[in-house]
């Protein structure tokens, strides 16, 4: 099973991006789903994260800015990132969880915010 992340890239301050995440085969019972980043030299931090039924959590950085959201049929989960700052610059990761405690990772894309 991989996790395949698309959507980074060069964006302004205060500008925009969303990140998707989808795996390449159905997996079943998946229970959080979520997003890590990490800057050069510092360590993955979680972002965000949404539970099987719908409960999000969000690091303290990004709440107001950043939503996470999931499609369960389609196995994806997806971050719609807003008013970008350049402390967003960072590889982002997107994982799942199942029920099992087994985490998948996705390779990860890179956001740069910067003029």
């Known amino acids: 099973v991989q996790l395949q992340a698309y959507g980074g890239g060069l964006v302004e301050p205060g500008g925009s991006l969303r990140l998707s995440c989808v795996a390449s085969?159905?997996?079943?019972?998946?229970?959080?789903m979520g997003w890590y980043r990490q800057a050069p030299g510092k360590q993955r931090d979680m972002v965000a994260g949404?539970?099987?039924?719908?409960?999000?959590n969000y690091a303290d950085s990004v709440k107001g800015r950043l939503t996470i959201s999931r499609e369960n049929a389609k196995n994806a989960v997806t971050l719609q990132m807003n008013n970008l700052k350049p402390e967003d610059t960072a590889v982002y990761y997107c994982?799942?969880?199942?029920?099992?405690?087994?985490?998948?990772w996705g390779q990860g894309t890179q956001v740069t915010v910067s003029s």
């Open positions: 994982y799942f969880r199942s029920d099992y405690g087994v985490y998948y």
């Open positions: 085969t159905m997996i079943f019972n998946i229970d959080g």
């Open positions: 949404i539970t099987s039924g719908g409960s999000t």
